[in-house]
C-alpha cells in the first residue's frame, strides 16, 4: 500500500470534524484513510498546536503582568532619579 500526504484540504476537514467532536473512524470513512492516519494527525499536528496556542496564550499574559508592574513601578517611583 502506497504511502501518500495529506492534502491540504484533508487535513482542513479532518482539523473541523476534530473540532465537532466526530469520532476517529468516521472522520477516517469521511476523508478516505485509515483510523491510524487521522490518529497521527490529531496527535502529531492538532493537538501541538493547541498545547502552542495555550502556551502562547500564557506568555501574553505573563507578558501583560510584567509590563504592567513595570509602569506602576515607574509610575510611583518618578521622583526616585532626580
Given at each position: 500500500m502506497p504511502y501518500t500526504h495529506r492534502?491540504?484540504?484533508e487535513l482542513v476537514r479532518t482539523e473541523a470534524y476534530?473540532?465537532?467532536n466526530v469520532?476517529?473512524?468516521?472522520i477516517?470513512?469521511?476523508v478516505g484513510c485509515s483510523r491510524q492516519t487521522i490518529h497521527?494527525?490529531?496527535?502529531t499536528f492538532l493537538r501541538k498546536a493547541i498545547l502552542l496556542l495555550i502556551t502562547l496564550n500564557?506568555?501574553?499574559k505573563i507578558r501583560n503582568?510584567?509590563?504592567d508592574a513595570l509602569?506602576?513601578?515607574h509610575m510611583t517611583n518618578k521622583n526616585t532619579f532626580k
Open positions: 492534502t491540504t484540504e476534530f473540532h465537532q469520532s476517529v473512524l468516521n477516517a470513512i469521511y497521527n494527525v490529531v496527535v500564557n506568555t501574553k503582568v510584567v509590563v509602569l506602576l513601578y
